[in-house]
């Protein structure tokens, strides 16, 4: 079955850390392209964060403004799994994340381009 699970999230202070992780079964996650999302209540789902495939030449890693020098994704392909390591984290992070893939190369930001999503995993930054 092909499928991603997110795992990772959880209850966090602000200023606090956490790793999210997606890990991918019945296909070889390398030859796709990754993105994170999320949403928040009230809110529409926005792209976090993506990878591009391995073997992609240009455009290997983008992140949302907002995210920019606090979350860093990356791959473990033998682990067959990204992961998204937040850091700095603060009220406006709370949200369920959510893990996509899509075979492609290139990194996107838009959910219409991925097709095997995950359940979503939620992260509540609170004091």
């Known amino acids: 079955q092909v499928q991603v699970v997110e795992s990772g999230g959880g209850l966090v202070q602000p200023g606090g850390s956490l790793r999210l992780s997606c890990a991918a079964s019945?296909?070889?996650?390398?030859?796709?392209?990754i993105g994170w999302f999320r949403q928040a209540p009230g809110k529409e789902r926005e792209v976090v964060s993506c990878?591009?495939?391995?073997?992609?030449?240009?455009?290997?890693?983008n992140y949302v403004d907002s995210v920019k020098g606090r979350f860093t994704i990356s791959r473990d392909n033998a682990e067959n799994t990204v992961y998204l390591q937040m850091n700095n984290l603060g009220p406006e992070d709370t949200a369920v994340y959510y893990c996509?893939?899509?075979?492609?190369?290139?990194?996107?930001?838009?959910?219409?381009?991925?097709?095997?999503w995950g359940q979503g995993t939620q992260v509540t930054v609170s004091s």
């Open positions: 019945g296909f070889a996650l390398d030859f796709y392209r």
């Open positions: 996509a893939a899509n075979w492609g190369y290139y990194c996107s930001a838009y959910d219409y381009n991925y097709d095997i």
């Open positions: 990878i591009s495939n391995k073997d992609a030449e240009t455009n290997g890693t």
